[in-house]
């Protein structure tokens, strides 16, 4: 497959795939999926666990980003942890705009490009995710969220941006590769940069939905839960 898929450029070094954990994997279950875990060479591999795991997963072998970051480098944030608190502890990066931040925690396009300005500017990797809901699809509004969402993000060589529509996030209906296809597409066009696709990706789907010339790489939930699952899915975006 090719790893220059999405044209060239400063963002195009290969190909990303990153394990959201949401909240699973305390430290003592992330040493142990780092044990069991054996990445294949040739891909970018990135965990995300929850904040109290990150320093058990840093200094293993694989990126560690975090699942969220706030805009501040202190302050009467009660809950939050900013980019230069990451920093300390050996972190790489964050993912913002999760779509279970904007939907169960408030989080607005603003607060997203917030997040990812900061982060950026600490010197963190991003990876800023976008996505229509099921319901905006039907009603024919995903071009116009995507580009709502996308015009706030800044352009940066470390951001990347993952594509999720919502309607495929943990409940095994993933888009299908042209879907995929057509959305990267717009996104690039629109923002030049790495897309990772997200929602569903398993080790069975990872091949074909890899293999759209404009996606570059993945964000798994689920299925990065288990090493062999997740090893699996990271081998399937060198095929
Ligand atoms: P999923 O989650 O792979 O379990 O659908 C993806 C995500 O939320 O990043």
Known sequence: MSRSATGGGAYDVGVLVAGNWKMYKGPSETAAFLDAF???LGVDVVVCPPYVSLAVAVGRGVSVYAQNVHWSTEGAFTGEVSAEMLLELGVDGAIVGHSERRQHFGETDETVARRAEAALAAGLGVIACVGETGEE???GRTEAVLRRQLSVLPRHERLVIAYEPVWAIGTGRTAT???AQ????LITSIHPTRVLYGGSVKPDNAVELMAQPAVGGALVGGASLDPESFRAICAAALV
């Open 137 to 139: 699809r039907e009603t």
């Open 177 to 179: 590769p042209e879907m």
């Open 182 to 185: 057509d959305a990267h597409a």
């Open 38 to 40: 054996d990445p294949p």
